[in-house]
C-alpha cells in the first residue's frame, strides 16, 4: 500500500514570494491533515479536512495561509506571501476518518521550506 | 487544555543496554497516546498507540510504552538498543473532542542517540 505523498521535497524563496505544496494521501483516507514543524519543535496542525470540508483551521494563519481539498482526495497548501518564520518542514498526514477516535494518522515525508 | 511533556531533550544510551524516552501527559479524560518516531529529512513514522486496556502496549521495531494513570506517563521503552534507533521521537495525545477536529498534540521531541 502506498504511503502518503509529498511534493516538492525541498524548496527554498525569498520573503514576499508565494510557494506551494502538495500532498496525496494514502488511498480510501478521509481525513487529511497539516502541520507545521518548526525547527527544534513538534508539529504543529495547520488544517484538517474530512473529505472536502474543513473541520479545524483555528491554527491556520489565513492572512497568508490557504489550504484546499477540492475532490476529497489530493490537497495543496499556499503560502502568500512567505515571512522568514515560515521557515519549517509541512508535514501532510491522512488517517481513515478521522472521527476523534484513537485511529492512526499516517505522515508523508514532507517539505522542508526555506524562506530567505 | 490537552498537553504532553517531554522531559529530556536528549538520550544517550549505549548499544545493547536498555533504553527509556519518557513522556508525561495532562488531558481531560482518558487519553488516547502515540509514539512516533522521525529520522533525518524523513516523516513520522508510527510506531505504538495506547487506547485503553492492557497498560503495556507493544509497537514496532521492538519497542514498548507503559501507561501509568496515577503517574500521567507514557514511557517509551526497548529491552535492548541499536545504534539505527537514533533517531528523533516525539510523543503525542489526539484531540478526543470531535467538534475540535482530531488534531495530535505532540510534544517538543527527544533525540535518542544510541552509541556502539
Known amino acids: 500500500e502506498a504511503g502518503v505523498a509529498q511534493s516538492p521535497r525541498y524548496k527554498i524563496i525569498e520573503k514576499r514570494q508565494s510557494v506551494a505544496f502538495w500532498c496525496n494521501p494514502i488511498s480510501g483516507h478521509a481525513t487529511l491533515y497539516w502541520y507545521q514543524q518548526i525547527l527544534g519543535q513538534g508539529p504543529k496542525l495547520l488544517i484538517q479536512?474530512?473529505?472536502?470540508?474543513?473541520?479545524?483551521d483555528s491554527q491556520l494563519p489565513k492572512d497568508r495561509f490557504s489550504a484546499e481539498r477540492l475532490k476529497g482526495v489530493d490537497s495543496t497548501l499556499k503560502i502568500q506571501p512567505a515571512k522568514l518564520e515560515d521557515s519549517a518542514v509541512y508535514l501532510c498526514?491522512?488517517?481513515?476518518?478521522?472521527?476523534?477516535?484513537?485511529?492512526?494518522?499516517?505522515f508523508g515525508p514532507g517539505t522542508r521550506l526555506l524562506v530567505l | 487544555a490537552q498537553s504532553v511533556a517531554q522531559p529530556e531533550d536528549q538520550v544517550n544510551v549505549a548499544e545493547g543496554n536498555p533504553l527509556t524516552v519518557k513522556c508525561t501527559y495532562s488531558?481531560?479524560?482518558?487519553?488516547?497516546l502515540f509514539w512516533y518516531v522521525q529520522y533525518p529529512n524523513r516523516g513520522l513514522q508510527f510506531l505504538l498507540k495506547y487506547i485503553t486496556g492492557d497498560n503495556l502496549v507493544k509497537g514496532s521495531y521492538g519497542f514498548e510504552a507503559e501507561f501509568n494513570k496515577s503517574q500521567t506517563s507514557f514511557h517509551l521503552k526497548k529491552p535492548s538498543a541499536l545504534v539505527s534507533d537514533s533517531a528523533l521521537y516525539f510523543c503525542?495525545?489526539?484531540?478526543?473532542?470531535?467538534?475540535?477536529?482530531?488534531?495530535?498534540?505532540f510534544g517538543q521531541g527527544t533525540e535518542l542517540s544510541v552509541k556502539p
Open positions: 479536512f474530512q473529505n472536502n470540508g474543513v473541520v479545524d
Open positions: 488531558v481531560s479524560g482518558n487519553p488516547y
Open positions: 503525542a495525545v489526539r484531540d478526543i473532542f470531535y467538534n475540535q477536529g482530531g488534531k495530535l498534540i
Open positions: 498526514a491522512s488517517s481513515l476518518n478521522g472521527a476523534g477516535g484513537p485511529e492512526t494518522q499516517y
